[in-house]
């Protein structure tokens, strides 16, 4: 939606959907967001084993992960800046502003959010869940009983592209390599927040953001996050810029088709990928 002729949000199209369905559009897909931060934060306990390199000053353990804990991890920072997307665009929605600096907030956040939510699905698709299957496999375990396997980890990992892709096809916004320093910079950023935290709690969600490991070995490792992020950044500018010519049906498919590549909403489906 284009609400000030200096920024622009909308591509030419053949055809734009009416305000009020992507206005309805975003208030269920706040409202999902709302719910699934509430059960995240209020469920049981849930033990994660945090294993560290030799190296590092962190020692192994089995981290209690529950309430306030789970902002520890990526999967919930990401869905919480979605959730504030969501909620900024209902605000500006229902009070139109002629806010340069809102708008072009809302367009970053989009950005930011679409390179976060692939992120977060694809890693758990084809790393984590596959790394898990051979684990498993190996220990005589099975993996059907892994913990990212429950509704609320299937939810977490896969509601959050789906609803990027939707509003994305309804609201037609334009991803723009020359925000790319976006994704960038919530990277940074979740890293610093886990280091901080870190100093008080002495221990780190993931081994790659470990601060405490040899320069040479812990750059690298930092890096690849905020490398990572970029990356699905730049694939979806590229995916944006693929539908620019398409008619309604055929972007329709191309969401579709995508969000079948990556997403898995049910056990069966994981553990068909992970085989």
């Not at 369905?21 to 849930?46: E, H, K, T, Y």
């Not at 601060?211 to 944006?240: E, R």
């Not at 079948?260 to 068909?272: E, G």
């Given at each position: 939606?284009?609400?000030d002729?200096?920024?622009?949000?909308?591509?030419?199209?053949?055809?734009?959907?009416?305000?009020?369905?992507?206005?309805?559009?975003?208030?269920?897909?706040?409202g999902?967001?709302?719910?699934?931060?509430?059960i995240?934060?209020?469920?049981?306990?849930?033990?994660?084993?945090?294993?560290?390199?030799?190296?590092?000053?962190?020692?192994?353990?089995?981290?209690?992960?529950e309430?306030?804990?789970?902002?520890?991890?990526?999967t919930?920072?990401?869905?919480?800046?979605?959730?504030f997307?969501?909620?900024l665009?209902?605000?500006?929605q229902i009070?139109?502003q002629?806010?340069?600096?809102?708008?072009?907030?809302?367009w970053?956040?989009?950005?930011?959010?679409?390179?976060?939510?692939?992120?977060?699905?694809?890693?758990?698709a084809?790393?984590?869940?596959?790394?898990?299957a051979?684990?498993c496999?190996?220990?005589?375990?099975?993996i059907?009983n892994?913990?990212?396997?429950?509704?609320?980890?299937?939810?977490?990992?896969n509601?959050?592209?789906?609803?990027?892709?939707?509003?994305?096809?309804?609201?037609?916004?334009?991803?723009?390599?020359?925000?790319?320093g976006?994704?960038?910079?919530?990277?940074?950023?979740?890293?610093?927040?886990?280091?901080?935290?870190?100093?008080?709690?002495?221990w780190?969600?993931?081994p790659?953001?470990?601060?405490t490991?040899p320069?040479?070995?812990?750059?690298?490792?930092h890096?690849?996050l905020?490398?990572?992020?970029?990356?699905?950044f730049?694939?979806?500018?590229?995916?944006?810029?693929?539908?620019?010519?398409?008619?309604?049906?055929?972007?329709?498919?191309?969401?579709l088709?995508?969000?079948?590549?990556?997403?898995?909403?049910?056990?069966?489906?994981?553990?068909?990928?992970?085989?």
């Amino acid at each position: 939606i284009n609400y000030d002729d200096n920024v622009t949000f909308v591509k030419e199209t053949r055809f734009e959907f009416p305000l009020w369905l992507l206005c309805c559009s975003r208030f269920v897909c706040f409202g999902v967001c709302v719910n699934r931060l509430q059960i995240a934060m209020r469920a049981p306990a849930i033990t994660v084993e945090v294993r560290y390199s030799p190296r590092s000053k962190f020692k192994a353990r089995d981290i209690q992960l529950e309430g306030i804990k789970r902002l520890k991890t990526f999967t919930v920072q990401s869905w919480c800046l979605q959730t504030f997307y969501f909620l900024l665009c209902i605000v500006i929605q229902i009070i139109p502003q002629n806010s340069i600096f809102l708008n072009t907030l809302i367009w970053i956040l989009f950005e930011i959010c679409f390179a976060a939510s692939h992120l977060v699905s694809s890693i758990t698709a084809f790393v984590l869940l596959p790394t898990a299957a051979r684990v498993c496999a190996k220990e005589g375990k099975n993996i059907q009983n892994h913990i990212l396997l429950t509704s609320q980890a299937l939810w977490l990992h896969n509601a959050n592209v789906a609803m990027i892709h939707l509003d994305l096809f309804l609201s037609q916004q334009k991803l723009t390599i020359t925000h790319i320093g976006a994704p960038f910079l919530w990277g940074v950023l979740y890293i610093v927040f886990a280091w901080y935290l870190a100093l008080y709690e002495d221990w780190l969600p993931y081994p790659f953001i470990d601060f405490t490991l040899p320069l040479y070995v812990c750059l690298p490792l930092h890096l690849g996050l905020v490398i990572a992020l970029g990356a699905f950044f730049l694939l979806g500018v590229a995916f944006d810029n693929a539908l620019a010519h398409l008619g309604l049906f055929s972007r329709l498919l191309a969401h579709l088709t995508l969000l079948r590549l990556v997403c898995r909403f049910s056990q069966k489906q994981y553990a068909i990928a992970s085989s």
